[in-house]
């Protein structure tokens, strides 16, 4: 069961079907995107070139009703960091893919002449079709004509022009079950490479498709309600993320500098309140309408920290609106309306890049002098300009170091040359570690401190915590997990439970450790043979000596500690 | 003699006068250059932040009346590829420091809350002066300012507004003896540290300077007569260069399918002959008024390669005008008038960028169909945003590894960041080999292959004639002296008698080499450390697989061969 690879030759347009080799049988998720990527990527390929594949992968419990467990993870070498990148995401996808049995689809070659496809994938297999009537739509809009198409059921994995225009912050998203197309695998510009293939999306229809249940059922379905009974105990799960949302992290985050604000000047907002996990909740329930503050992004997500922003007419204006883009869109442009933070995701999400690029790209913009931070009206004009494809659109769609090179910029808060998320390294020194070491690149999904119990601010123990986090989650990647499920994670025995009962193997928790640090290993291998090497885990310069003035910290963690 | 270093302190404005350490006593141009960034700057240091040093370096005989011996060497890590980067020119710069015994001039910090000054130099010492009335001033502007101030006969380092803007394609320029300041370090955007430093420029000022003599007077003469001698009876430096100037290039490499054409889509220009050299000769000579074919851009050289190219109206419109620019801003854009690339070459002069990032970046934004390749108005006119500072000027300012990523085109001519000059590589294979492995990035002044007698497409060999080529120009770049001396050169011991005599030292050809190997070592060893490996020592994937038409070859020297 959950045998099937994809394979999708866009030289030749052909569609194959493999039989999962044994040596991947307990890989999903990242763990398996990584491998295919280190198994046949050359790490001097080209990224936007034929020799790069790009691969989509769900977990092993994608279609199995555990709470949490449906994320699709995209890997490929990266355009933006020039290293191996997985980025993953909620949504349906990656349910419908694990219902068809297809554990990966890997997509290779280019096609030629700038033609553009779809892939269709459904029980009688996968065939490619022509895409040109999608070409240039924005993200929403392809969306739409899919279900007209194919019906509103199908999961739709989707680029949206940026990725068509081989722009390095281009993601690739997927629909939820709302049918909403805003679950963004944003990171590492991996719409770039789908792009660059002449992909434009990838459809699954599971209509009539048989999965395989459990092999050990009763274990199983004991098993899955232990989680869902753990979310219900844990105060986090069970009432403060299914209210706030991710957002529920800003008041932490403001409060120990963390908060990137205005170019990473300082890490803390005065405008904080207006767009902290109480202001969106409110904002959303008294506004009504469409939208909700309670949304699960995968069938059967208990925890439901998604949610819907409407305008104050009550129609939804985006979904979901978490803490990267209020923090990056918002504190760190000086912005404190949610409703212009709202309307830039969307524009960005239909425009199909990353708002964690485009808020560093913006903040930067600002810095330069193109426009004050905090004004508004002048970022949603730059935004805008992003789908008109003008010069300045094309350099904020090209993310921040680029930004800042044409810019002329020397504050630059990117490492390996991808922009850094929400959490000012000062201050949280462990995400800090995180950004600098990660095969990554700046990424907070990669291993982030923030909810342990240290003081974060404090120069000690910061390696270890980040090395512990970045073990822990690609734990939780190579599963298809959501990490917002750790909180609640008692005992992590019960995922080797699940996967063994589910697969009628004998599956420890130390295999599947074993499985996160080798694919930790690999991505690093891989990342040597690209050319990054200990001089690229670092932080830019600015970090070492200015001073953030919340925390009184600079980051001092030095290169010897790093490389442990 | 010739033992001063000056070090100029731009965070805290000292300038202090040291002695030239013993064990720096043979070192001078890029021997130096790279010898002081090695030993001073973190190679994990920001390009552009207070860390980076600017160093700039006459050679040992910059001032002593042998042909050829007076080139500015100016090094530093560069923004442009990330590594240790030296690059040296022509002009009185050198000549005029080596008169005032000042073997190198560093520059280190960054001046506070942007205050730009000029640094003047004279028989007294040094000091640092306000330079905000020369501020954004295109650089002919700023020479005829530092003229009036100090006089026509001074010697002046300048950058353009480029610099202060910190593009990464910024040059900077010194003047030549008839007062044009057109003689470029051009490559690897060492203007742009220069500028951030804020540093606008160097002002040397020899009168009452007292150099001292060589020791051994008679003999050096003799060997210094046995120099010109040479240059009067080759033929290439006797006739072909005062005649035709580097532009003698164009008809050989057009014919080998070594021109790049249409951004390196082909290797020969159906419009070669309206700019090769005898075009611009003829045009030269047909205009006359300021304009001439054979001019010395140093003090004393005999081989005069330099020329004034004047417009219609006889006025100078600018000097020199060189094969590079001509092949990448003519063959490389589909241009075939000079009058356009003369007029070009004088905007990127004068805003302060190097024409072969220019060129490059233009044929890419024509590859992205911004305008169509030929079209020389369209070219001008993206040539004039630069000055204009427009978010499309700034694209071509960022080079072409930027200009590529922004406007989304894939086949982009770059090593280490660092656009191609006009040899194509799979016709000219050494030079090839050179672009990919020389610790400066595509330079084809690292070591080219062109003028050697061998079959330039084949496979065979070129691993050793871009080593001989690396290491002997590395020689030249160590003493100051002029690449174009190297076909006259009969005995290159006549170099190390020079310097003995010159000093009253013994230092053979084997030291001289020693100090060149040890100067490219030492750079790979900083690059290492800057996070360059053998995985950045390689061409665009596109010249492994595009066949050039006219040689009917790609690029196809491997991995292990270049890593020998």
Do not use: W, Y
């Given at each position: 069961m959950l045998d099937i690879i994809i394979r999708v030759n866009m030289s030749s347009l052909e569609v194959t079907m493999e039989k999962l080799p044994e040596g991947y049988r307990?890989?999903?998720g990242r763990g398996l995107t990584s491998r295919v990527v280190v198994d046949?990527?050359?790490?001097?390929?080209?990224?936007?070139?034929?020799?790069n594949k790009l691969v989509l992968a769900c977990g092993?419990?994608?279609?199995?009703?555990?709470?949490?467990?449906?994320r699709l993870s995209v890997g490929a070498k990266?355009?933006?960091?020039g290293g191996i990148k997985e980025s993953n995401a909620g949504g349906i996808a990656a349910y419908k893919m694990a219902r068809l049995g297809i554990r990966a689809i890997i997509v290779e070659g280019m096609s030629q002449n700038g033609h553009q496809h779809v892939l269709v994938l459904d029980k009688n297999g996968g065939s490619l079709r022509p895409g040109g009537d999608l070409s240039m739509l924005g993200v929403y809009d392809k969306a739409q004509r899919i279900y007209d198409q194919y019906g509103k059921k199908v999961g739709a994995v989707i680029i949206g022009p940026a990725g068509e225009r081989r722009q390095v912050t281009a993601g690739i998203t997927n629909n939820d079950p709302s049918g909403h197309p805003g679950r963004y695998c944003g990171r590492g510009g991996l719409g770039a490479v789908m792009g660059s293939k002449g992909l434009l999306a990838v459809i699954l229809d599971d209509t009539g498709a048989s999965p395989v249940g459990p092999v050990r059922r009763d274990q199983f379905l004991s098993r899955a309600k232990q989680i869902a009974r753990w979310i219900k105990e844990t105060p986090q799960t069970a009432e403060v993320f299914p209210k706030y949302?991710?957002?529920?992290m800003l008041d932490t985050t403001d409060a120990i500098g963390g908060l990137p604000t205005r170019n990473f000047s300082?890490?803390?907002?005065?405008?904080?309140e207006k767009i902290n996990g109480y202001a969106l909740h409110n904002t959303i329930v008294a506004r009504g309408?469409?939208?909700?503050?309670t949304h699960s992004?995968?069938?059967?997500?208990?925890?439901?920290c998604s949610n819907v922003f409407p305008g104050r007419d009550g129609n939804?204006?985006?979904?979901?609106?978490?803490y990267e883009t209020i923090g990056m869109v918002g504190a760190n442009c000086g912005i404190d309306d949610l409703d212009v933070i709202a309307r830039i995701n969307y524009l960005c999400n239909d425009y199909g890049v990353d708002t964690i690029e485009v808020g560093c790209a913006l903040a930067v913009a600002m810095e330069a002098g193109l426009m004050p931070f905090g004004d508004s009206g002048a970022a949603l004009a730059a935004v805008e300009e992003m789908a008109k494809d003008t010069f300045l659109g094309k350099i904020i769609a090209s993310g921040v170091v680029t930004a800042g090179r044409v810019l002329g910029v020397q504050r630059v808060p990117a490492v390996k040359g991808q922009g850094m998320p929400a959490y000012d390294p000062r201050a949280v020194k462990g995400t800090g570690v995180t950004y600098a070491?990660?095969?990554?690149?700046?990424?907070?999904?990669?291993?982030?401190?923030?909810?342990?119990?240290?003081?974060?601010?404090?120069?000690?123990g910061q390696v270890r915590a980040s090395r512990d986090a970045q073990l822990g989650i690609a734990l939780m990647d190579c599963l298809g997990l959501?990490?917002?499920l750790v909180t609640a994670l008692?005992?992590?025995g019960l995922l080797a439970e699940l996967v063994s009962s589910r697969f009628g193997r004998n599956v420890t928790l130390e295999v599947l450790l074993d499985m996160a640090r080798e694919t930790l290993d690999i991505e690093r291998a891989f990342n040597r043979g690209a050319?990054?090497?200990?001089?690229?885990?670092r932080l830019p310069e600015f970090f070492y000596h200015?001073?953030?003035?919340?925390?009184?910290?600079?980051?001092?963690?030095n290169r010897e500690d790093l490389e442990q």
């Open positions: 307990n890989l999903s046949e990527v050359n790490p001097g390929a080209d990224p936007l070139g034929p020799r092993l419990l994608a279609d199995s009703g555990v709470s949490s467990s449906g990266s355009p933006l960091t949302g991710t957002a529920s300082t890490g803390t907002f005065e405008g904080a309408g469409q939208g909700t503050p992004c995968m069938p059967g997500c208990h925890i439901k939804a204006v985006v979904s979901p609106l978490e070491t990660s095969p990554m690149g700046a990424d907070h999904t990669a291993g982030n401190t923030v909810r342990l119990n240290i003081r974060h601010s404090q120069r000690e959501c990490v917002m008692k005992d992590r050319g990054l090497t200990a001089a690229h885990d200015e001073t953030n003035p919340v925390s009184g910290t600079v980051f001092d963690i």
